[in-house]
């Protein structure tokens, strides 16, 4: 079993940037597939970026190509979310997710265990 503890969220303004971390227990960690999710109110959960358990892929939802980069050190049990040029559309709890599988998965269902998210809130 794997827990995932999320940090770095916290208000910025748009243009901004954050940098969210994962924090994950067990000695597997490079086994599983990571991936970061958001919700914002009244909204369903939805994909944001996902990398392989090497870092050597990774995918992207459209509407954070180019600005949202992730990124994992297996020796530290650590997934990265750097976020830059923020928008207030990014505001949303975030959370981060893990799947036991070498494939590239962008479902929600596909994810075995979630941490608890952390607040992310752009100010226009």
């Known amino acids: 079993q794997v827990q995932l503890v999320e940090s770095g969220g916290g208000l910025v303004q748009a243009g901004g940037s954050l940098r969210l971390s994962c924090a994950a227990s067990?000695?597997?960690?490079?086994?599983?597939?990571m991936g970061w999710f958001r919700q914002a109110p009244g909204k369903e959960r939805e994909f944001v970026t996902t990398?392989?358990?090497?870092?050597?892929?990774?995918h992207y939802a459209d509407s954070v190509k180019g600005r949202f980069t992730i990124s994992r050190d297996n020796a530290k049990n650590t997934v990265y979310l750097q976020m830059n040029s923020l928008k207030p559309e990014d505001t949303a709890v975030y959370y981060c997710?893990?799947?036991?599988?070498?494939?590239?998965?962008?479902?929600?269902?596909?994810?075995?265990?979630w941490g608890q998210g952390t607040q992310v809130t752009v100010s226009s």
């Open positions: 997710a893990a799947a036991w599988t070498s494939a590239t998965i962008m479902r929600t269902d596909e994810y075995h265990y």
């Open positions: 990398i392989t358990r090497s870092g050597g892929v990774t």
């Open positions: 067990g000695r597997t960690f490079s086994m599983y597939a």
